[in-house]
């Protein structure tokens, strides 16, 4: 058993939110009329060739996914708060406009002055681009833009009443990267002193340090080295 040591440098708090800071991603998805929606979701790691993103249930994103199985994952880099402040609190779902205090979900984004935006793209000032592989447009302003599908769906919160929160694994297709990020020499890294991507802390929206805090010791792996849990080197341009 550990000691029972005081620690009066620490106090014992109940946040409401444990949003310790995350990337953000603006996910495309395809509407029912064939349309596009864009939305900024920051519950979001990466592993492998994976990506784990959190979505509330009611979001219309959420159900684009779960119709299309497509999505692209849009990186916005950190001097892009613009758009994503444009983009929060909007949604794609017309059931906002006449939610009730009967559906929480939907009634939570209205009380808390979300309005329905059909055209997402347009309102962020965003230009959607074709995909190479999937049907959701790549924003073209973003420097990082992945192709991915959905793989897997776990319904987080079982514990609590009716389906809240879905964590939806995402399995990237193909990465388009914007050429001042990319390594120079290297087909396939990002020079990780120029890329500067956009990190959600609690509510709030910050850039990474711009100085790395310290050499790493796991960066002296060769990158390649996790190329098995990946798509291979090669981009097969079909
Ligand atoms: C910076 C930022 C980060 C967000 N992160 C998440 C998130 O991780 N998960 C989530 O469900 N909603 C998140 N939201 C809220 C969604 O953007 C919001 O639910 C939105 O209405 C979804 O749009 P949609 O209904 O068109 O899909 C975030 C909003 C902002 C501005």
Redesign the pocket.
Known sequence: MPENHLTPEHATISPAILYWGTP?VLVSTENEDLSF?I??????WWLGNRCM????S?????K?LLRTKQCVLNLPSDDMTDK??A???????KEILTATAIEPLYYF?KSNG?QYVKD?FSHANLTPVKSDIVRPARAMECPVQMEGELVGVHEMMQDVEGEV?FAMEIKVLRTHVHENIRKSGTKNRIDTDKWRPMI?SF?E?YGLKAKKADESELAEMEEEAYRGFSNPAEVDLM
């Open positions: 953000v929606n939305a900024p979701i920051s519950s979001a993103l959190g979505l509330l009611v979001s219309h994103t959420t684009n994503v402040n983009l929060a609190r909007t949604t794609g779902s984004k979300y997402k929160l959600m509510s929206l």
